[in-house]
């Protein structure tokens, strides 16, 4: 009955707000590498020395309000990258929003990739068939709080998964309430499905994971470093382990929904990241949108107007850029 309510609340609520132009948005394409392509939603792609990386792209985007779900095929191929190259797609949480496009991007668009996420994604995914290859990262999971010697914050080199010129981690991360400290799908699988869900509900959250991933050289060193996160959370989560090779952050991926529903999100993690470059992701509302003309989440659209007014000011070098489009990284240091 609960969340009965808070659907009937939320179309009552209206349409997404329009952008009002002062957001630092950016539409480029055509960019040089390294870039990164902003893909909608909390999907991104990076390729790097002929190898390509994707965070979990969404492009079905069902009408609102989702009750029953399933993949568009129609705008997966109209807006998916061919990317024959793509090695590794790195999953933040089983909800539809982001794992529902998953199993035909990986068969069509990305052959060769090898999913990594938790759980809860694993077992969603056997679902599909054919099923996806898929790695479950929380058994190597850089956990938030720890004790005594063994403590992988401070000795988490072993925590690292490396394919080809790219290398990553799994952090546990928290996903951030939807509405009214309320978090609308919850839950996590402990066996396999038989297919995939269709009820919106049966997308279970699972575990959070943030990324820590690095681009490396050809002698195996880290030109670049990037984190990313597909949901607000609370301090600590999401945070990095303590590592010892003195590499900063070079771009941040953080999330504008429901940062409203959290304490001191993003701030804490930027003070800890320090990021060259700070790119926003997961802004635009996602409910049977179309990605060339973008509008700001539904309920959310001031409090995304004024976040990204502060940390514009803190970070000169923030970028939310509209779907389909590109991100020059910064020179390497």
Known sequence: MRIVVLVVLLCLAGCAKDLTGTEPTAREVGLAEPKITYLGVGGWLLHWKGEALLFAPSFSNPAFPPVFVSADQQRIDQYMPHVPDATVLLIGHAHYDHLLDVPL??????????????????????????????????????????????????????KWERVGHIRFMAIESQHAPHIAGIDLLPGSYDGDLNSLPSYVRAWREGTTLAWLVDLLDDQGEPVYRIHYQDSASNPPY?????????????????????????????????????????????????????????????????????????????????????????????SPE
């Not at 005594?148 to 401070?154: D, K, N, S």
């Not at 952050?249 to 953080?254: E, L, M, P, S």
């Open 105 to 158: 991007i990986m068969q069509k668009h990305a052959p060769k990739a090898v999913a990594y996420g938790s759980a809860t994604a694993g077992h969603i995914l056997a679902g599909a068939r054919p099923r996806p290859r898929f790695v479950d990262m929380e058994p190597k999971m850089v956990p938030v709080m720890c004790g005594g010697r063994a403590c992988p914050q401070l000795n988490p080199d072993d």
């Open 238 to 330: 999401g945070f990095p382990p303590i590592l010892q090779d003195g590499k900063g952050v070079d771009a941040a991926i953080i999330c504008a929904a429901s940062t409203d529903q959290v304490a001191q999100y993003p701030d804490a993690l930027l003070k800890v990241l320090k990021p060259r470059l700070l790119l926003i992701g997961h802004w635009e509302d996602f409910f049977g949108n179309d990605p060339h003309t973008p509008q700001l989440i539904r309920l959310q659209g001031q409090q995304q107007v004024e976040l990204v007014d502060r940390l514009r000011k803190a970070y000169p070098n923030t970028v939310m850029p509209y779907p389909l489009t590109e991100v020059a990284l910064p």
